[in-house]
Every structure is written in C-alpha cells, then in structure tokens.
C-alpha cells in the first residue's frame, strides 16, 4: 500500500492572503488538499464543502471541480496525482480532522512551495503523499468507540516526536497502566508499545525517503536515543535497514 501514487503533476505548499478561485473544470488526476489554516470552499459536482483548519478534501478525478474565492488569509498543502493501476483507492471527499500534527511536521521537512527539478523534490513530494494516503488507508482514528482508545491515538499523533511509554501515556490520560493496556491491546489488536513503535518507524521512513535528514538526525527527531534500537526496529518493520533505505 506504500505504492499508492502513480505519477505527482503538482504540489505546493502556500501562505496565501486569500484564495484566487478556480472555474469549474474536469480533470484526469485526484486532487488532495490539506488545510493548515483558515478555509477553504470547493464545490464538486454541485455539492458544496467548506474545508477548515486541519481538515483534507479529496477531489476525484472525471467530476467537476470548482474552487471559490476566498476572503480571508489561508494555508495549505495541495498535491495533485494520479494513483498505480489496479489500486484499490476509496476515500470520504471531505476528511474532517485528517490533517494531524504528524502530517504537518512531515510537511514541515519539505516546505517547497512547489515542485521544480532540484533536490528531487518529486520523490519528495511523493514520498509524503504516500503516507499521508496510508493514514487514510489505514486509518489514523481507530476503529473503536472507546474513548479512551482516542485520547490514547491522539496524545501519540500529537508527541510522535517525542519519547514516550505505556507508563507515560496511561499518566497523561488518568488511567492506571494495567487497565490502558489492557484496553489498548483489546480494542487495538497489539500492545500500545508495538503501536507507538509502529507509528514512530513508519514516520522515520518517509523522512528517510525526503533526504533531508541524517540516519542519526532522523533517529533522535522520531524520539530514539539509541541507534542500533532504531535500526533493529526498522529492519523489523521493513525488512531493510535505514542504512540500505537511504542508498536506494
């Protein structure tokens, strides 16, 4: 599911003081666009959708799309791309909520505005698609009506940078550390400290992928003192070292 993305035509990632708009127009590629702040109004195919901060919008391809003017100052991220045949591919339009503080940092490693023929900047730009299409994929909200299971995913999502554990997490939520994991393995189907780790390497790939950071520069960014924990985990993950990842 990592291969999502075919082909990335454009990306940018702006400040503007407020939205031009775009006419109505059909096109042959999916267009996903991210909020960082303020909103945003797309109308497809005659339904209307306000897209505020932290909110994505998944524009298909073979609908009419139109973008609105804007009256106010907005950020965001827009990648417009077409996916690998015979992938299976079928998301909400408007994702409420998606864009995490996970995302923002990764996009935060390749803050280009647009795409241009140095620093690869088109595998970059890739590279960070697919995650974010893996959260939607994968689902970054867990499958559970557990409250806590979401206070649990959100304090993760939001301190993916930093060192953290069952003992830590069960603290900052109230609950005692038998109970948190209890519920967490119940509900989630792995131990809380499998899933910190998984969403952890995971990150560390795509930074990896972007070329911006050192092996060790991308260990200690994703919250790991230890060097030889962090690649073990992620040949674990992945079959292949760090190391062997950046020389690909």
């Known amino acids: 599911m990592w291969n999502i993305v075919n082909n990335i035509s ?11 708009e775009i006419n109505a127009r059909t096109v042959d590629f999916y267009d ?26 998944l524009l298909s391809p073979g609908r009419e799309h139109r973008r609105l003017e804007g ?24 994702i409420k909520g998606m864009v995490s503080s996970e995302i923002k940092k990764l996009l935060g490693a390749f803050p280009h505005s647009h795409i241009s023929a140095h620093y690869r900047s088109r595998e970059k730009a890739a590279s960070i698609l697919n995650y974010i299409l893996h959260d939607l994929s994968q689902g970054v909200t867990p499958n559970s009506n557990n409250e806590h299971i979401g206070r649990i995913i959100k304090y993760v999502d939001e301190n993916i940078t930093e060192k953290m554990s069952l003992a830590t997490i069960s603290k900052k939520i109230n ?45 200690t960014y994703v919250g790991y003192s230890d060097y030889t924990y962090f690649s073990r985990l992620f ?11 950046k020389k690909k």
């Open 10 to 20: 454009h990306y940018c990632n702006i400040s503007v003081e407020k939205c031009i």
């Open 32 to 57: 996903l666009t991210l909020v960082l702040e303020g909103e945003i109004t797309f109308i497809e195919d005659g339904k209307t959708y306000t897209v505020g901060k932290n909110d994505a919008i």
């Open 71 to 94: 009256t106010a100052p907005v950020k965001y991220a827009s990648f417009n791309f077409t996916v690998n045949p015979r992938t299976e591919f079928s998301f909400a339009t408007h």
């Open 175 to 219: 609950l005692s550390r038998e109970y948190t994991s209890s519920i967490f393995k119940r509900e989630m189907g792995k131990t809380l400290t499998d899933y910190i780790n998984e969403r952890k390497i995971h990150f560390a790939k795509e930074l990896i992928a972007g070329g911006g950071m050192s092996l060790a520069q991308v260990c």
């Open 235 to 245: 040949k674990k993950y992945f079959d292949i070292t760090p190391m062997e990842m």
